[in-house]
């Protein structure tokens, strides 16, 4: 009979998270989107604290970002991966980022040139 070794990776550092690294990872989103929650319906709305604006908007995408950092990196298992598909799938999303900016820069711009000069005037 042949001798079957099913602990290949002895003396290697397993790749993926266990349990407790789950764990941490599904706090700090939970403590973000608290941190969210916190400030919309109680800094904005319920005591007034701050006012709707840039700043809140920043400081919402800012929180989004790091969540969604924290879902590709360990959820998603990009941060096990090999450096040449992390620069990959970064550029393809920088793009991805560029072409929704210059959508938004031009439909505001045709948003402004047919109200000031319509298709169809009444």
């Known amino acids: 009979m042949s001798h079957h070794n099913d602990n ?17 990872i599904f706090f700090i989103l939970l403590a973000l989107t608290a941190l969210e929650f916190l400030i919309a319906l109680g800094f904005v709305h319920h005591w007034g604290i701050i006012q709707k604006g840039m700043f809140v908007n920043v400081v ?12 590709v990196a360990y959820f998603m298992h990009l941060k096990f991966e ?9 550029v393809a999303f920088i793009f991805i980022i560029y072409f929704i900016i210059l959508l938004l820069i031009e439909g505001g711009f045709l948003a402004g040139a047919l109200q000031s000069h319509p298709v169809y005037p009444h």
Not at 82 to 90: A, L, M, N, P, Q
Request: proline residues 0%; positive net charge.
């Open 8 to 24: 290949v990776a002895v003396g290697h550092e397993q790749e993926g998270m266990d349990k407790k690294g789950i764990w941490r």
């Open 60 to 71: 919402y995408i800012i929180l989004t970002l790091m969540k969604a950092y924290y879902i």
């Open 82 to 90: 090999k450096s040449g598909f992390i620069v990959t799938c970064s």
